[in-house]
């Protein structure tokens, strides 16, 4: 027996009828009014599992045994799995030059070094998933000096570790300089880095630069009990977008620490800083706050118990906080019970709590601005600092939808890694919940504090997240439960749009035909967004009161047909927040406009079929 199928050009292509393909082409013939060869977009993101492979899965998943088969697993069902790192035993006496490299464990590596330099240049740079562990490395090493430039530059997955590194080393220096820049969902964590140690001082020199998401740095117990150790963060999450640092127990009992933030979080979208007992009980600290956050969206900063009981403490915050929309700054116990400290805040940004904060002599608010957001907006330069971080053409009016217009289009790549749906033979055996995560960890090889710990939990609560007012939502892992959802909404006659490609991208198009779908009517469509998570994931979600649309791109100088695009108007925006992108783009606000925006590669809409 063999399936036929239509694909690119309706050409017809054979399938073996027990493969996952084969399953789902029987299963939307079955539910769907429509000839299949209408979805091969679909059917590109069905397992590509053969037959047998597909049984000899779904019988581990039945068995709770996948987790001793991942690595031939994942690869045979292009998946998104870290990679397991094996423990490294090799002997390094010389310095090394690193480049080329990727997903290393370095353990105990450098251990009682004597001066020299190890260089990590263009290491993991343009990978999708780097997982790079850094454990006791250095320790107990004299004047050893490490230097990590253009370090996992451009990655999409990075998650790397460095735990107990540089810990009792005496002198020498770390320096990391364009160290993540430009990468997808960075994970970063600093622990017990550089405790114990004698005047070994660390560079962040345009550190996590322009980086998306992410769980962004943890700097937990970072210098603790460290003596005369200086750290410089220049142009440290510059340009990030939604990045969050963690600073717990950072310079803990140090000895006349000297740090200096430089320009920290500077024109960063909505970056989210955690200062956790901070040079708690630290000896004649120098801390200098420069420019941070400075004209930024948004963002918030959290100081809890920061320099409490310390002695001869010294915190400069000069120009701090001065973002173009307004963020908040919580000081909780700040400085409690230090002795002979000196505070100055100059030129303070507005919308701060100062809680429990230390009323004694040695604080000084110079040019304390606690003016409105819209009056710091202007200053810093007028309107354009409102959508600043909103990419033009990212949301625009439904009066642009028409033929001849020349409109900048957004980035629509789709960023994340490549993966497929699992079958649903397979899918229907694994947990799907936040409760279960130990057990997600066990089988996908997710370590504690992970970046994929974080990437599963991440999903899983969006996707148990309570559904707004009128909304109706599924996630789903399998192309079979998406044609489920999409059929239960909109009926049985239904389509699925993308799309094209990603030509003009970046750049400004001209609008050539259009087509309103269901005859430019107001209807109700099915958005299907993805998730990051090890196997394709999408977010479902029902959207009323919309106008879908179909629209050949042009280049606007050949005037050649280089996309067909998909559109979609959102008419009723009055549940969304003030806050949204689109307001902050358009200009109005929640209930007042419609909202549109194109679809972007590899997401889609499903919605009732014109004929």
């Not at 590194?165 to 220096?173: D, F, I, L, M, R």
Request: aromatic share 12%.
């Amino acid at each position: 027996m063999q399936v036929v199928l239509g694909g690119v050009g309706d050409s017809l292509v054979s399938e073996n009828p027990f493969t996952p393909k084969a399953s789902v082409i029987r299963y939307w013939n079955k539910e769907i009014r429509r000839e299949i060869t209408k979805t091969h977009f679909l059917l590109s993101k069905v397992s590509p599992l053969t037959a047998v492979d597909s049984a000899s899965f779904s019988k581990l998943a039945a068995q709770n045994d996948l987790a001793s088969h991942l690595p031939s697993f994942c690869s045979s069902a292009k998946l998104f799995c870290f990679p397991d790192l094996s423990p490294s035993l090799e002997k390094h006496p010389k310095d090394e030059r690193f480049a080329v490299y990727s997903n290393m464990n370095f353990s105990n590596y450098g251990t009682d070094r004597l001066a020299g330099v190890d260089s990590f240049k263009k290491y993991s740079e343009d990978s999708n998933i780097v997982v790079d562990s850094f454990h006791r490395y250095s320790r107990d090493s004299t004047g050893h000096k490490e230097q990590f430039a253009n370090y996992a530059s451009e990655g999409n997955v990075v998650d790397q570790n460095f735990h107990s590194y540089a810990a009792s080393a005496t002198g020498g220096s770390g320096n990391f300089n364009n160290y993540n820049r430009e990468v997808n969902n960075p994970n970063l964590r600093f622990s017990s880095y550089g405790d114990d140690s004698d005047g070994h001082g660390q560079t962040f020199t345009q550190y996590t630069e322009n980086a998306n998401a992410g769980n962004g740095q943890s700097f937990s117990s970072y210098g603790k009990n460290g003596n005369g150790v200086p750290n410089d963060f220049s142009s440290y999450g510059k340009g990030a977008n939604v990045i969050g640092s963690g600073f717990s127990g950072y310079g803990e009992a140090a000895n006349g620490a000297n740090d200096s933030f430089t320009s920290y979080g500077f024109d960063s979208n909505s970056p989210q800083n955690t200062f956790k007992s901070y040079g708690d009980g630290g000896n004649a600290a120098v801390t200098t706050f420069s420019s941070y956050r400075d004209q930024s969206n948004v963002g918030d900063d959290s100081f809890q118990s920061y320099a409490k009981n310390s002695n001869g403490e010294k915190v400069d915050f000069s120009n701090y906080g001065q973002s173009f929309n307004e963020g908040t700054d919580k000081f909780t116990g700040y400085g409690q019970g230090a002795v002979g400290q000196s505070i100055g805040f100059k030129i303070y940004g507005r919308n701060s709590t100062f809680k429990d904060y230390a009323k004694k002599e040695g604080i000084v608010f110079g040019r304390y601005n606690n003016g409105s957001s819209s009056e710091t907006a202007q200053v810093k330069g007028g309107s354009s600092a409102v959508n600043k971080w909103v990419e033009p053409g990212k949301f625009f009016r439904e009066k642009l939808l028409k033929q001849g217009t020349v409109m900048p289009m957004p980035d629509i790549k789709d960023k994340m890694p490549v993966r497929s749906f699992l079958p649903r033979t397979i899918v229907s055996k694994l947990p799907f919940s936040s409760s279960k995560i130990g057990e997600l960890k066990r089988i996908f090889h997710a370590g504690d504090n992970s970046t994929l710990e974080t990437v599963m939990l991440d999903a899983l609560k969006e996707c148990e997240r309570a559904p707004s007012p009128g909304e109706t939502k599924r996630c789903v892992g399998s192309a079979e439960d998406m044609i489920d959802f999409a059929t239960s909404v909109l009926g049985r006659n239904v389509e699925v749009r993308t799309t094209e490609n990603v030509k003009g991208s970046k750049q400004n198009i001209k609008i050539g035909s259009v087509k309103g779908i269901n005859g430019g009517k107001v209807t109700k469509s099915v958005s299907c967004h993805q998730s990051l998570y090890p196997y394709l994931l999408y977010y479902c979600h029902s959207v009323p009161e919309v106008r879908v649309y179909e629209a050949d791109i042009l280049d606007p100088k050949s005037l050649e047909k280089i996309n067909h695009g998909v559109a979609i108007c959102h008419l009723d925006t009055s549940s969304w927040s003030s806050n949204h992108g689109a307001f902050l783009a358009l200009g109005s606000g929640p209930g007042r406009i419609e909202v549109c925006h194109w679809i972007f590669e590899n997401d889609m809409t499903w919605t009732i079929s014109d004929s």
